[in-house]
């Protein structure tokens, strides 16, 4: 059964730029630039049954024109347990309908209610138990998107990912193009 969830790829230039962040926090597993992505919707382990179902329904998805992305500040998840570094992605009601759309079709085809709200993101490292709060802050601190990373997404992809790794590698197993006209 296959690991399932959509997001959009990053450009090899945003995550050159995003790799160059990498380091110095005791305790964090880097995540592999080429891994960098923003999910959408997490479906987790289903059947090939639920992936060709799944797909049919992101093959006639409403057409829409490329999203905007801007990466803008990195931040942390877990606060005083963090558990996670990322890169924010600026939210635009672009990306929130996007999402939107991902999680009523994953309910069409059987999935529980997604809990957590959505926070567009690019998780750069996932933290250990030895890294601390302060340690985390530190780096944030010293570290920073000076400039804002722009990027413009163009299709959504079916990402694969292996159990047990967590953080990639990430198998892109299909893409669906947005109509460039819009709709």
């Not at 996007?98 to 009523?104: K, N, P």
């Not at 250990?128 to 000076?146: C, D």
């Not at 990402?159 to 892109?172: C, E, H, I, L």
């Amino acid at each position: 059964m296959p690991r399932l969830f959509t997001g959009l790829e990053i450009p090899p230039e945003i995550a050159a730029a995003l790799a160059g962040l990498r380091g110095g926090i005791p305790g964090a597993r880097w995540i592999e630039p080429d891994d960098y992505h923003i999910t959408l919707r997490f479906l987790g382990d289903v059947s090939e049954q639920v992936m060709n179902d799944w797909c049919a329904e992101l093959a006639e998805a409403r057409p829409r024109e490329p999203i905007g992305v801007t990466l803008d500040s990195l931040a942390s998840f877990g606060g005083d347990k963090p558990r996670a570094v990322l890169a924010r992605a600026t939210p635009t009601a672009a990306l929130a309908e996007l999402q939107a759309e991902h999680e009523r079709i994953a309910r069409r085809i059987g999935a529980e209610p997604e809990r957590r709200k959505f926070t567009p993101h690019v998780t750069l490292a996932r933290l250990r138990r030895e890294a601390t709060p302060e340690g985390v802050a530190m780096y944030l601190s010293q570290t920073g998107i000076v400039e804002p990373l722009r990027f413009a997404a163009t299709r959504v992809a079916l990402f694969s990912a292996r159990d047990s790794t967590g953080g990639g590698p990430y198998v892109v197993e299909a893409a669906f193009p947005f109509d460039a006209g819009g709709a």
